[in-house]
């Protein structure tokens, strides 16, 4: 008897959070069908951001702007939907800025997935997505591949924060790379990348460079042979203008790098076994050349072509050496 009375209590427990549930579910005010829906706007904007970049990345600024313009129409109809549908939902979900950054949250996630997936840190579509961290050349970049912003002060802003680690050099140079898309309706496309750069002697070096057009944007930063950087911070800013008006402003921004370059080291000559000169360029490149090097540090003789020249020639060990004649051939 008892056991049933505790049986009925928790289906009517059970049977109130079901009814509460469906009442806040029913609450929630729902995309008008007029528009495209949260899940399909997400898929048409992840496509469309992607084409972009693509196109973005052409050398040629009139093929960038054919591709873009084709790009766009193809993920369109890819999708069934028509611009003037594509245009008056993309209004409505900037007018409700949570739906808005639902969305570009979920298409940010499914970048930055993505670019890991192909087992780059970012950029997978860059020429430098191939670089490991550790490299001579690495892309450095820890922070997110992709945000996007309005003028609205919540959401202006893209901050980030780089620690420099042990593989760090003296005479590092960088370069900060990212693809921007400019979503307008009316206003000044206006924008602007900082970056600050601190080094172990508490110097400091600036850089900025003003976003006005989609495409991507480099910022280089030169090398400091006095002292070993520290930490890399900066941002991206959205600028509202004078413009106070709530028509369709967002800015997209994808494909975030942070290039790091070694510096070039001085050629060093080494001979094998067999007393053969090896060069190696800059740590990368290895050859190997025919040549003879005696005791004193000096090339006697030079094979060329399988025939031995009687004439000296000089080169001091530790200095960039000079051009060899002969069988070059890379090291295996």
């Known amino acids: 008897m008892q056991m049933m009375k505790r049986t009925k209590k928790n289906r009517v427990f059970y049977s109130l959070i079901a009814l509460l549930s469906i009442v806040f579910v029913s609450c929630v005010p729902s995309v008008p069908g007029k528009y495209i829906q949260p899940d399909d706007m997400e898929d048409i904007l992840y496509d469309y951001h992607l084409t972009q970049a693509i196109a973005g990345n052409q050398h040629n600024s009139d093929t960038s702007a054919y591709l873009k313009n084709a790009y766009y129409y193809s993920v369109l109809k890819r999708h069934g939907v028509s611009e ?13 800025a949570k739906r808005l950054h639902d969305i570009y949250r979920n298409i940010t996630e499914r970048m930055n997935n993505e670019a890991m997936a192909y087992g780059a840190s ?47 050099m003296l005479g590092d140079s960088f370069m900060f ?25 508490d110097s400091i070096d600036t850089y900025s460079r003003r976003v006005t057009v989609s495409g991507l944007t480099q910022i280089r930063m030169r090398a400091n042979t006095k002292s070993k950087v520290k930490g890399i911070t900066g941002f991206i800013y959205l600028n509202r203008g004078n413009d106070d008006s709530k028509t369709l402003k967002l800015l997209f921004i994808d494909q975030i790098q942070l290039i790091r370059f070694h510096p070039e080291k001085k050629d060093d000559i080494k001979t094998d076994n067999q007393g053969l000169v090896i060069i190696r ?52």
């Open 84 to 96: 003037a549908d594509f245009d008056s939902s993309l209004v409505y979900y900037y007018t409700n």
């Open 281 to 332: 360029e800059n740590s990368a490149d290895s050859v190997r050349s025919n040549v003879n090097i005696s005791k004193t540090n000096k090339i006697t003789s030079t094979k060329l072509n399988n025939k031995t020249s009687s004439t000296p020639v000089k080169s001091k060990l530790g200095t960039q050496p000079q051009k060899l004649k002969g069988n070059i051939q890379p090291l295996n």
């Open 177 to 201: 790379n990212f693809m921007s898309t400019f979503m307008y309706q009316s206003g000044t496309k206006d924008a602007t990348a900082y970056i600050s750069v601190s080094y172990e002697n």
């Open 122 to 168: 970012s950029g997978v579509l860059n020429q430098y997505s191939q670089y490991k961290s550790d490299g001579d050349t690495a892309n450095v970049w820890t922070e997110a591949v992709a945000s996007w912003l309005t003028p609205d002060k919540t959401r202006n802003r893209f901050d980030f924060e780089i620690t420099a680690d042990t593989t760090y």
